[in-house]
């Protein structure tokens, strides 16, 4: 069966952190992303990416940046933490449509 | 540019009723519409797709739906719902030509009453 793994389900951080969230597919996908999910926003992609340390910006990059050093790992920075990035965090991956995605980090900014 | 637009953020609906769930896309293209399921505590599962073969799209849990290019929409129906039906519902847009990089309608939660 496949799987997204999300290291975190609950998180609480404090104002200026360096905040990581990790990801872990294990499907061999090439592409994987990373969402926001907010009540009435639905998800908005951050980042995605479509194969090793090749990147590139979804609609709302800003204050965060993105690391994959392997295929099977896709890591999201929060770079300075702050209040306005509380939210819920969704990993996916895919080759072509579908997206499978993970079960998300809810993600507290102090 | 894309954009999802979910009419109705919360739907309620009693046990064996119908449910619809509206969805309307903007898109240059024509584009893969996508419905998913969120259920509490947990990630986005696929319901069904439209990839441009049959219009009327069957998915998993009895649930389908129709892409009517005319009207730009795509409408998820089950003919009966059930108790375990209640979660949130995302409707999401793919142009063809971008793989599967997703926009996203707001939601649609939807409580099912006994």
């Known amino acids: 069966d496949v799987k997204v793994t999300q290291s975190s389900r609950y998180l609480v951080k404090r104002t200026g952190e360096k905040v990581f969230l990790e990801c872990v597919q294990d499907?061999?996908?090439?592409?994987m992303f990373w969402y926001r999910q907010d009540p009435g926003l639905g998800l908005r992609l951050i980042y995605f990416?479509?194969?090793?340390?090749?990147?590139e910006k979804g609609d709302i990059p800003e204050g965060y940046s993105v690391s994959r050093e392997k295929k099977e790992r896709f890591s999201l920075i929060l770079e300075s933490a702050s209040t306005n990035q509380t939210s819920m965090y969704l990993c996916?991956?895919?080759?072509?449509?579908?997206?499978?995605f993970g079960d998300g980090t809810r993600l507290s900014i102090l | 540019a894309q954009s999802v637009t979910q009419l109705g953020s919360h739907v309620s609906v009693s046990e064996g009723a119908l449910v619809l769930l509206r969805c309307n896309y903007s898109s240059s293209v024509p584009p893969y519409l996508f419905w998913y399921v969120q259920y509490p505590n947990q990630g986005l599962q696929l319901l069904l797709k439209?990839?441009?073969?049959?219009?009327l799209v069957k998915g998993i849990n009895g649930f389908e739906a129709e892409f009517k290019k005319s009207e730009t929409s795509f409408h998820l129906t089950k003919p009966s719902a059930h108790m375990s039906d209640a979660a949130e519902y995302f409707c999401?847009?793919?142009?063809?030509?971008?793989?599967?990089?997703?926009?996203f309608g707001g939601g649609t939660r939807v409580l099912v009453k006994p």
């Open positions: 999401a847009v793919s142009p063809k030509a971008a793989g599967n990089k997703l926009t």
């Open positions: 996916a991956s895919g080759g072509n449509q579908p997206q499978h």
């Open positions: 499907m061999d996908h090439e592409n």
């Open positions: 990416s479509y194969d090793v340390k090749m990147k």
């Open positions: 439209y990839t441009s073969a049959a219009t």
